[in-house]
């Protein structure tokens, strides 16, 4: 991979590389990409099946009398889930905030990307209206110089004639 300092410019995402510091909404280390996966873990549908699943059994098992040490109103599951949504929600937040970060980012790399591409494109179209005229310009040349050609080769066939004519002349009285 290019550096950022200096992109290759055939290198397709090189409008990209002044944002690889934006790849991980928590940072590089390693709370930082478990704190992600943590963030990102939230929003699927495994981790509501299976909360949901644990609540069950939590409830049932202490309304049956399976165990009893969280009976009605059950204080310690609201304990349980508030301590979840005040590590949940500012996690939550950070990844969406950081990932409009991301998105915006790329987002303008995008768009400096298609510029890139129209000014390539502008230039490969004014190229080739040059060498269109080029090509015209060689052509009605060749024109010219066939016309020519086609005049010197009448002129020469003239002459041709002309000296043909006095040879014969020439022949026939002497």
């Known amino acids: ?12 995402q090189r409008f990209h590389l002044p944002h690889l510091h934006l790849s991980s909404a928590f940072g590089d280390d390693w709370f ?31 309304v049956a009398r399976w165990w009893s040490f969280d ?6 599951l609201n304990l349980a889930f508030s301590l979840q949504a005040a590590y949940a929600a500012p996690l939550i937040l950070l990844a969406q905030t950081r990932q409009a970060d991301r998105d915006k980012v790329h987002a303008d790399a995008d768009a400096q990307h298609r510029e ?12 080739a209206a040059n060498q269109t005229a080029q090509l015209l ?13 086609q005049r010197l ?22």
Not at 141 to 146: F, G, R
Request: charged residues 20%.
């Open 116 to 127: 890139a591409l129209a000014a390539a494109a502008m230039q490969r179209q004014e190229l």
């Open 32 to 62: 930082a990409k478990k704190a992600e996966l943590f963030a990102r873990f939230f929003g699927t549908p495994v981790f509501l099946v299976a909360q949901t699943a644990v609540v069950t059994i939590w409830i049932v098992g202490n």
């Open 1 to 12: 991979m290019p550096s950022p300092e200096k992109p290759d410019p055939n290198y397709h």
């Open 71 to 76: 009976l009605y109103p059950f204080i310690l």
């Open 153 to 174: 080769s009448e002129r020469i066939e003239a002459l041709t004639l002309e000296l043909h004519a006095k040879i014969v002349e020439r022949h026939t009285k002497g």
């Open 137 to 149: 310009a060689l052509l009605n040349q060749n024109t010219d110089l066939t016309m020519t050609v």
